[in-house]
T-cell receptor, first 115, second 115 residues
Framework: KAGVTQTPRYLIKTRGQQVTLSCSPI?????VSWYQQTPGQGLQFLFE???????NKGNFPGRFSGRQFSNSRSEMNVSTLELGDSALYLC??????????????FGPGTRLTVL | AQSVSQHNHHVILSEAASLELGCNYS??????LFWYVQYPGQHLQLLLK??????LVKGIKGFEAEFIKSKFSFNLRKPSVQWSDTAEYFC?????????????FGTGTKLQVIP
């Protein structure tokens, strides 16, 4: 079974631009979560989507948004990029949302550099 | 708010030494516990998980973890480390909150194994 895939793997943008990242979950998984990973803050939860609905949201500004499509693929958008947005953005998929037996499986991440 | 603490940020061991990485969490209800590993240049991989039952959980590559509910701890252990265990290790706690999945990660422990 194919794992979680993320595209693109690397992005370089300048301040003020916007960016869209894509995540394809494992086949059969309906929940997609997004995380930001930085050396100083570790892994921080952005949001989770399940069946095209945002189920949970972390403490990030409104510049960070996402959506999920009917095939469970998800996109994350960051508008008006700031230098501090430079990070590895990870996507994780799981079969359900909130299920006690659920495990998240991670993709390789998208490395975003903001200049 | 739920939090996960990994007290050791950077651990250096010689090959064949024993390993124990600490993980403590703050939530008092029912939780699912995970250890993930991130090898250099690779994405996060599940090492082991605890949902219920035997509090001593065995994972891949000879790792194990013990859930001690009274101490809110889920420490990772390996009796004899190898150079290939050099990686960053993350503890994660998942709890169901109002039907929503809420996953919190620790800040990670970098393990360096010296040949």
């Amino acid at each position: 079974k194919a794992g979680v895939t993320q595209t693109p793997r690397y992005l370089i943008k300048t301040r003020g631009q916007q960016v869209t990242l894509s995540c394809s979950p494992i086949s059969g998984h309906r929940s997609v979560s997004w995380y930001q990973q930085t050396p100083g803050q570790g892994l921080q939860f952005l949001f989770e989507y399940f069946s095209e609905t945002q189920r949970n949201k972390g403490n990030f500004p409104g510049r960070f948004s996402g959506r999920q499509f009917s095939n469970s693929r998800s996109e994350m958008n960051v508008s008006t990029l700031e230098l501090g947005d430079s990070a590895l953005y990870l996507c994780a998929s799981s079969r359900t949302s909130g299920g006690p037996w659920d495990t998240q499986y991670f993709g390789p991440g998208t490395r975003l550099t903001v200049l | 708010a739920q939090s996960v603490s990994q007290h050791n940020h950077h651990v250096i061991l010689s090959e064949a030494a024993s390993l124990e990485l600490g993980c403590n969490y703050s939530y008092g209800g029912t939780v699912n516990l995970f250890w993930y590993v991130q090898y250099p240049g690779q994405h996060l991989q599940l090492l082991l998980k605890y949902f219920s039952g035997d509090p001593l959980v065995k994972g891949i590559k000879g790792f194990e973890a013990e859930f001690i509910k009274s101490k809110f701890s889920f420490n990772l252990r390996k009796p004899s480390v190898q150079w290939s265990d050099t990686a960053e290790y993350f503890c994660a706690v998942n709890r169901n909150s109002g039907g929503y999945q809420k996953v919190t990660f620790g800040t990670g422990t970098k393990l360096q194994v010296i040949p």
